[in-house]
């Protein structure tokens, strides 16, 4: 059945820890039946935490506009990449920039199949595998926070280091 969102231009979702931020709904198998959230211009930021869940589709039609931020202070969540794609649970973030904040720590999971540009701004981003990232070639840039190597692999992609710092562990 369907559901309802949230949807609109230049706003912020934060979901904190035990709260849905968006309900879409769910199909009779279980599966993302309708859009919990719809960025459709504007400056826009959908901020995960640890703990927090969001059923349904998050489709940004705002373009390059659009911030998902991996968040929180406290806490450890996990993020699989590969539902970022035009059949995924977040799509058409293709230019949209991903970013982890706070201090909380999140590990990358999946296959991210696009070549989106990843910044480091705080806590600690965990990764097992280059493809964690995207495509050979990915860009990230570090503005504090720690990239945490969970397994031994070579990454291909240039990392840029700005004002604020950064760690490699």
């Given at each position: 059945?369907?559901?309802?969102?949230?949807?609109?231009?230049?706003?912020?979702?934060?979901?904190?820890?035990?709260?849905?931020?968006?309900?879409?709904?769910?199909?009779?198998?279980?599966?993302?039946?309708?859009?919990?959230?719809?960025?459709?211009?504007?400056?826009?930021?959908?901020?995960?935490?640890?703990g927090?869940?969001?059923?349904?589709?998050?489709?940004?039609?705002?373009?390059?506009?659009?911030?998902?931020?991996?968040?929180?202070?406290?806490?450890?969540?996990?993020?699989?990449?590969?539902?970022?794609?035009?059949?995924?649970?977040?799509?058409?973030?293709?230019?949209?920039t991903?970013?982890?904040?706070?201090?909380?720590?999140?590990?990358?999971?999946?296959?991210?199949a696009?070549?989106?540009?990843?910044?480091l701004?705080?806590?600690?981003?965990?990764?097992?595998?280059?493809?964690?990232?995207?495509?050979?070639?990915?860009?990230?840039?570090?503005?504090?926070?720690?990239?945490?190597?969970?397994?031994?692999?070579?990454?291909?992609g240039?990392?840029?280091?700005?004002s604020?710092?950064?760690?490699?562990?």
């Amino acid at each position: 059945g369907a559901g309802g969102g949230v949807g609109g231009a230049g706003g912020t979702v934060n979901g904190g820890p035990g709260s849905s931020g968006a309900n879409g709904g769910t199909g009779s198998s279980g599966a993302a039946a309708s859009d919990a959230i719809v960025f459709t211009g504007g400056t826009n930021v959908l901020q995960l935490q640890p703990g927090s869940t969001i059923t349904g589709i998050v489709r940004n039609q705002a373009g390059s506009g659009t911030t998902l931020q991996l968040g929180g202070n406290t806490g450890t969540g996990t993020f699989d990449v590969s539902q970022i794609s035009s059949s995924g649970q977040y799509r058409s973030f293709g230019p949209a920039t991903l970013q982890k904040v706070g201090n909380s720590t999140w590990t990358l999971t999946g296959t991210n199949a696009g070549n989106l540009f990843w910044e480091l701004k705080g806590g600690t981003l965990a990764i097992s595998a280059d493809n964690n990232f995207g495509s050979p070639g990915h860009n990230t840039s570090f503005d504090g926070g720690t990239l945490r190597f969970d397994t031994g692999f070579a990454l291909s992609g240039a990392i840029g280091l700005q004002s604020g710092g950064g760690t490699i562990d």
